[in-house]
């Protein structure tokens, strides 16, 4: 990697930390429960099982496909399930180290490398898809997105699945009385631990990234999720009621909690 930004190098120092923590990973084989459940199994209320699901109706048998922010390498391996040919990246190399591991144990012939999303070590017009599970929140978008354009083929897809808040209800959630008082009195509740899984500098979408991601790649199709679920309760089924209120109309550009989206490289 070139010279990194401070953000850039905040997001190395601290998943260098989590790596450690999560070393054990290394020789834990990988979740492909969602991609190979039965068709009666598809949990359509939950956005990483609809994620998945898009990419599968590709027809990825073949294709390259580039998964940035690759983690421990979950997202990586369940889309080699599809017969993709992949190339993943992350900008930390502790993490690269566990999903290789991984990737070697299930024999699975994937490429990794270790990189930041702005900066792709890849050239012009060589995938025909950009996988990209929960990570635009963490880079600078504009940058990230238009190297995206550029190691897409003409035609090619980008999945993407998003942290979203609209801005209005931001604004509400960084009142004083929300920040100082509501909470901390929810963050155990919510995500079982003192310290959840949030980096220094990552922020949620809203819909002014929306705009500028489909200005840059346009976006064919945007689906809502989470209104209760992981604001209120860890329920899982809630979700179900979350994704029936969210399909009304509005109501998921001002109330989601999430977002996964397509968008479509211009054929020229």
């Not at 009666?40 to 109706?57: H, I, Q, T």
């Not at 991984?102 to 900066?119: C, L, N, T």
């Not at 025909?128 to 978008?141: N, Q």
Request: aromatic letters at 12%; hydrophobic letters at 45%.
């Amino acid at each position: 990697m070139g010279a990194l930004s401070e953000r850039q190098q905040r997001e190395v120092d601290y998943h260098r930390d989590r790596a450690v923590e999560y070393a054990h990973l290394a020789k834990k084989p990988p979740y492909l429960y969602p991609v190979t459940a039965p068709r009666w199994c598809f949990k359509w209320w939950n956005a990483y099982w609809v994620m998945l699901r898009k990419a599968d109706r590709l027809d990825l048998l073949g294709k390259a496909v580039l998964v940035i922010g690759c983690g421990f390498g979950d997202d990586t391996l369940q889309l080699a399930y599809f017969g993709a040919a992949i190339s993943a990246i992350d900008i930390s190399a502790e993490t690269v180290e566990i999903a290789r591991a991984r990737a070697k144990a299930s024999a699975v012939p994937a490429d990794f490398a270790i990189a930041p999303a702005e900066q792709l070590p890849y050239a012009d017009q060589t995938f025909d898809l950009v996988y990209l599970p929960d990570v635009v929140h963490h880079l600078d978008i504009g940058a990230a997105l238009r190297e995206v354009r550029r190691v897409l083929k003409p035609g090619g897809a980008v999945l993407d699945n998003e942290p979203y808040t609209h801005s209005w209800l931001q604004a509400v959630r960084q009142s004083r009385l929300v920040r100082e008082l509501v909470y901390p009195r929810m963050l155990r509740r919510i995500y079982q631990t003192d310290k959840p899984y949030i980096t220094a500098d990552e922020r949620k979408l809203d819909q002014r990234d929306l705009q500028q991601i489909d200005e840059i790649l346009p976006i064919t199709d945007r689906q809502y999720f989470l209104l209760v679920l992981g604001r209120l309760t860890r329920w899982e089924y809630q979700g179900i009621f979350d994704r029936l209120i969210l399909k009304l109309p509005f109501t998921g550009h001002f109330l989601a909690g999430r977002v996964v989206f397509s968008s479509r490289c211009p054929s020229r």
